[in-house]
């Protein structure tokens, strides 16, 4: 069974930009919609980003035009490039199949300072 791993996050100032890693193992996500999501404290999971097989985007407007998502099948990884970081942004991130997904992992901190 297809593991996810994320990594990549950290403390950031605000404005700053972080790279997002989800790297799969196990089993090929090359067709699957990879999404990522976060959740911040007291609050529920939400969508931020996602990517088809064929490299079609989907975005949050709260994250439109700063983060970028992108994959790369041969390395079994999507990635996503969080630019111009914000506050609000803060939370864990996490990486899933947006069909027949797998267990929710620890995921990786993202933190914005202001």
């Known amino acids: 069974q297809v593991q996810l791993v994320e990594s990549g996050g950290g403390l950031v100032q605000a404005g700053g930009s972080l790279r997002l890693s989800c790297a799969a193992s196990?089993?090929?996500?090359?067709?699957?919609?990879i999404g990522w999501y976060r959740q911040a404290p007291g609050k529920q999971r939400e969508f931020v980003a996602s990517?088809?097989?064929?490299?079609?985007?989907n975005y949050a407007d709260s994250v439109k035009g700063r983060f970028t998502i992108s994959r790369d099948n041969a390395k079994n990884t999507v990635y996503l490039q969080m630019n111009s970081l914000k506050p609000e942004d803060s939370a864990v991130y996490h990486c899933?199949?947006?069909?027949?997904?797998?267990?929710w992992g620890q995921g990786t901190q993202v933190t914005v300072s202001s």
């Open positions: 899933n199949r947006a069909w027949r997904q797998v267990g």
């Open positions: 196990g089993s090929t996500i090359s067709i699957d919609t």
């Open positions: 990517i088809s097989s064929l490299g079609s985007t």
